[in-house]
């Protein structure tokens, strides 16, 4: 295969695969094994074997390749010439008509920090082997800022841990303001910015303690706390929106398709089980569990593949209903995309998979949302022992408070806040139907739609019972006022 070729070859070519590459000492065949990432008709990356060598090959294609492959290179050199880690670069070429490729000396075994992390993510906050993680990577990059650079494209998957040393990856998103001086405090607070953004928001609290891991290989710049956190804010705002328009487009994260008689839009990971389930998802309902029907919903538990799943159908209930649903997306998209929004701040939910909306000639109809299933009891039967006695598990009692903190930060209303949509969840408290939910943009309109929220959610409970009475105390009761 040609170069170019690659990019009429989609997002899963198959594998393996040759591609004739030429350099000074001739032209030579690589042989593609396996792709780690791809952009359609763009770029892709996999390992291979070259000249009989194990090699990391990054092939640019279409009319970008150039553009791509410079910038690649060129971070690519920033890199070396500062004496950073960063793999070897064994060959590159740029052919006109064709594409650009670089290979690069192949890390066998390495792990990426990204995949360190996964490994302790769920441990306590801040614990010995999540402070390891983060103090490798904070530590790699005040090296690299004390030498000029940053990582426009920071996140802990582009650095790799291999035979004890830290690897850069990624030369395409490396910057320099001047080479081999220390960055600027500013880029240095831009940078730390997006590193603390895509940290879990439980560790909001440690980021001066953090920071010190960073001060130990840069202690250039006196970092305020104020300004840093300012920065992480303005990047969380961004990454948020950023994704929530991903999760209704063709992207890496999701598969989605658009057309005149539908929109379905389904988690990648998940597509080959999921389009089964959307082409049979009334059979499938009529097979399964019902937990409501009729009416404008229709909710049930069913199995597809010896797998649990829950399944919302959003129906429509005659012409008067179809003619207030059909111009404007449906509760199934707005569950979708909220679903999204609150897996994204780290918030409980029961995973979003998959989306369908019917449509003829735009116009939507019947709608579909497939969520992974929750098996845990809901706060009314998890707190029924408790309701006389007001002596529920602290656990689980701090797990609300933790919850309903979380919410009044993000400015999350719910919209239908009874106890039959909070799950209990491996040690969390998980909402369900997100039909209504909202994230307001102000302190103003979110304070009367907290109030409604928090009445809701007490009239779970008799008011005279000592549960009511204990959780009235522990939930924050005016938050702004009506004019804040």
């Known amino acids: 295969m040609q170069l170019s070729e690659l990019k009429n070859s989609g997002r899963t070519p198959s594998l393996p695969l040759t591609v004739t590459l030429a350099d000074a000492a001739g032209s030579a065949d690589l042989q593609l094994l396996s792709l780690l990432r791809v952009l359609p008709g763009q770029r892709y990356v996999g390992a291979g074997v070259w000249r009989g060598r194990p090699v990391l090959a990054k092939l640019l294609v279409g009319g970008k390749a150039a553009r791509h492959f410079q910038r690649e290179l060129d971070g690519v050199r920033l890199l070396a010439a500062q004496g950073l880690t960063t793999p070897l670069l064994l060959a590159d070429g740029l052919q006109d008509g064709e594409g650009g490729w670089l290979l690069f000396d192949f890390l066998q075994g390495a792990e990426s920090l990204g995949d360190a992390w996964q490994q302790v993510e769920s441990l306590p906050v801040l614990a010995d082997a999540q402070s390891a993680v983060l103090a490798e990577a904070l530590g790699a990059m005040g090296q690299m800022h004390r030498k000029g650079l940053w990582q426009e494209d ?42 603390f953004a895509q940290l879990p928001k439980s560790l909001e609290p440690f980021t001066e303690e953090l920071l010190v891991y960073y001060l130990l290989s840069n202690s250039e710049h006196a970092l305020p706390l104020e300004a840093l956190q300012k920065q992480i804010d303005k990047v969380r705002s961004w990454r948020l929106r950023d994704f929530l328009i991903k999760v209704g487009r063709e992207c890496t994260l999701f598969s989605v398709r658009r057309g005149a008689f539908g929109l379905q839009a389904i988690r990648r990971e998940e597509e080959a089980a999921m389009v089964p389930v959307l082409e049979q998802a ?18 049930g538990k069913v199995d597809s593949a010896g797998r649990t799943l829950v399944i919302k159908r959003y129906n429509i209930k005659g012409f008067a209903h179809w003619l207030k649903r059909f111009w404007r997306p449906s509760r199934a998209w707005h569950s979708w995309r909220e679903g999204n929004r609150l897996a994204f701040l780290g918030i409980a939910t029961p995973k979003p998979l998959a989306v369908l909306e019917k449509r003829f000639l735009w116009l939507r109809s019947r709608a579909y949302l497939v969520t ?56 969390r408290w998980a909402l369900i139907d997100l039909d209504s939910m909202c994230q307001h943009t102000s302190a103003g309109s979110f304070a009367p739609a907290y109030a409604r929220d928090r009445a809701r959610f007490m009239r779970n409970w008799p008011e005279s019972s000592a549960l009511y009475q204990l959780i009235d105390q522990r939930l924050p009761k005016q938050l702004f006022s009506e004019s804040a």
């Open 154 to 195: 920071l996140h802990l998957d582009n650095l790799l841990r291999h035979d004890g040393q830290l690897y850069w990856i990624d030369g395409a998103g490396i910057r320099a303001e001047t080479a081999g001086q220390p960055l600027s405090r500013q880029k240095v607070l831009e940078n730390l910015g997006v590193f």
């Open 282 to 299: 009334d059979a499938l309902l009529d097979r399964g569990h019902l937990y409501k029907t009729g009416g404008a919903a229709s909710v």
């Open 372 to 427: 992974e299933f929750l098996p845990g009891p809901d706060i009314i039967e998890r707190f029924a022992p408790y309701v006389e006695s007001g002596d529920a598990p602290e656990p689980e009692l701090q797990a609300l408070d933790q919850l309903f903190a979380r919410l009044i930060a993000e400015r999350i209303s719910h919209g239908d806040f009874k106890g039959h949509n909070l799950f209990w969840q491996e040690d």
